[in-house]
């Protein structure tokens, strides 16, 4: 699962003393070796210690202990796409897995795949520290990708539509459509597509058209003279964005099933029906991916809203980096195409079905089956978070953190609220960087303004595929007074942040949040994420610091306690890593144990192989990319890296160094990767309270090495091999055990 929308432990397992152990059920789909790299590992006993290759010996820098970030991308692919597979996930929750694999793969290509194109064609060199060059990642990349999208069809095909029909939710074929149900499409497509339906004959004077990314489109084969004595051969055909890709089949013809018909398959049928007078010889569904990054020269944008705006408008128009076509697509028709798109044959993508697999996430929502879905629960609001003006007189005796999606995040909404409507708060700052245009933040934020108090926000811009919506909320919010500031030229701002100042007794007193997700509301019951409420003084003179450099023109802020990306963070978390390195050396206990989305930063990488060396125990939870190879003889032996994929999408950034009862304990929104330490403005908090640091780690660590029922293990060779119970012992779900822990209703 994606961020944008993408989403849906003790650590004893590793020593052999755990009830969980590996197999080989989430084996690579093509059963090859993804990374790219000499090193083989022994994945039988699920430990993935392996054997480096001779060449390792001259460093822990050498590219064979890296793994390739995309190919780790398309590895995490795989494990969403499991979950299609799983059959204790109920069964329209697995048909929205095999569609956030589809979405996951548009997105691969619309910005990873086209960028390696961008970087081939450019000097060629690799720049990752795996150095593999642009065009052997894209042949790697070719061999994977067309391998996941054969299964994802496969999927569809011999697993989800059965057990849809087995429940009487039924995608009739053409041929099996009954006399009454033939009137109707034919009607349907009469007052619903005909009208909307633009058919555009391709000849010298009608050249091939500009199509949309990722868009439906149809290519027909002709035959014939049109009605101005032209000879007809080809057109092309646009499907409505305006109309729903899936037609619920009227109840009185569907025999007592709920029963569908795809968009594609309506005009299909009825294609002829746009080009009287000539045969039609072959109507065949296509779609073409383009580069959909944007690219803004930050030196030289004199205003970066609207050189976004423009941008955004040549987005759905930049280069073509893939085409999909149905099965039934003739050679001579696919190379046409792709003549058309300047693409090459490895750039072409078969599709056993409807040529967009993402737009099948609908269906749940227009079926009344509660019973495949999953359990409805409600995030509980617990005493200890308590709301309003309250929550101003509870932090000064202690903090509040609070774990989403399992507790609700209305404590910080009507926190802000609250804030907005109290005379005693003279100002509020905050940061949004994905935060959706209904908002409740945005709300409180601009009846604050409308009540006298200084606003102020830093809105990030550029925040992928939100750039549109951010671009309307910083209009809305600047209309009702609000002061916005785009943050900082060539850095993203990343960090999630709010300030709120308060007189009392005639002293400014200074409230936090800090988180490691967005705000927005409807992600916080999709995603994990933890938030820090505070009254500390020296935190929030941090974010202080923190919002002064973002507005203002000052040099580095001298935070206290708060690591601060670009600034400090890197070098604060190697310093961390190498006084638990130093700690083992001596013969003191040491451990390492993190989380984050994922973990590509090399030296981060190298300094944990020199603490794995050094005898620091090291788990790391890593939701997607990870390019560090765990259980690499002399290298990675005690490092074990997990994968979670759940009902919930893993957000959450915790980092924890140190033994028991010594550990330095961290909540941030940044991942360790280049990105995140050099070009972003991000945070990361300590938290200070034992009780709220025992809670951290047991919650968002050490619960999920004990998962045996939705973990995956990263072993030496790049493939990731399902922990699953043995010897009889109790099956342990991380996401449903803190569900039951929090909530009435369990997963």
Known sequence: MAENKSKKSAPGSASGGSSSSCNDSGRNASGRNTSGHNISGNGASGNGQGAVSPEVSSGLQHPSLYINRELSLLEF?????????????????????LCISGNNLDEFFEIRVAGLQKQRDGDGRGTGPDQLGPSEQLHQIDAVAHQLVKLQYAVLNDELLPALADQKIVFPKVSDWSKKMRGWASRFFDTELFPVLSPMGLDPSHPFPQLTNKSLNFI???????AFGREASRAVVRAPRSLPRIIPVPMEISDGQSQFVLLSTMIERNMGRLFPGLETKGVYQFRVTRNSDLYLADDDVADLRLALRDELNARDYGNAVRLEVGDDCPASVIRFLLNEFKLEQADLYVCNGPVNLSRLSKLPDM??????????????????????????????KRDVLL???????HTVVSFLQSA???????????????????????DALIEAAHNGKDVTV??????????????????????????????????????????????????????AHIGTGNYHEGNTRLYTDLGLLTHNKQITGDIQKIFNQLTGLGKVANVKLILHSPFNMHRKVLKMIQKQTEKARQGKPALIRARMNSLNEPQIIEALYQASNAGVKVRLLVRGICALRPGVTGVSENIRVVSVIGRFLEHSRVYAFGAENEEEVFVSSADWMPRNMFHR???AVPILDGKLRSKVLEESIDSYFRDNSFAWELLADGSYKRVVSVNGAEAFSSQSHLQASYCTVSL
């Open 77 to 97: 692919n795989h494990r969403v796409l499991s979950m299609a597979r799983d059959r204790r996930v109920p069964l329209l929750e697995r048909l929205r897995y």
């Open 220 to 226: 027909v084969s002709l035959r014939g003279t049109d």
């Open 367 to 396: 079926l009344d089956r509660p019973d495949l879905n999953y359990s409805n629960f409600t995030p509980v609001i617990t005493k200890t978070t308590v709301a309003g003006k309250k929550l101003f007189s509870a932090l000064k």
């Open 403 to 409: 774990h989403y999606p399992y507790q609700s995040s």
């Open 420 to 442: 907005a409507r109290d005379p005693k708060v003279l100002a509020i700052k905050q940061t949004l960087y994905r935060t959706g245009e209904d908002s409740a933040y945005v």
């Open 458 to 511: 830093v809105i990030e811009l550029r925040a992928r595929f939100d750039e549109d919506t951010n671009l309307k909320i910083a209009s809305r919010l600047q209309r009702a007074g609000v002061q916005v500031v785009y943050g900082v030229v060539g850095f993203k701002s990343h960090a999630k942040i709010m300030l709120v100042i308060r007189r009392e007794k005639s002293k400014m007193m200074r409230y």
């Open 681 to 683: 403005v991000e945070v």
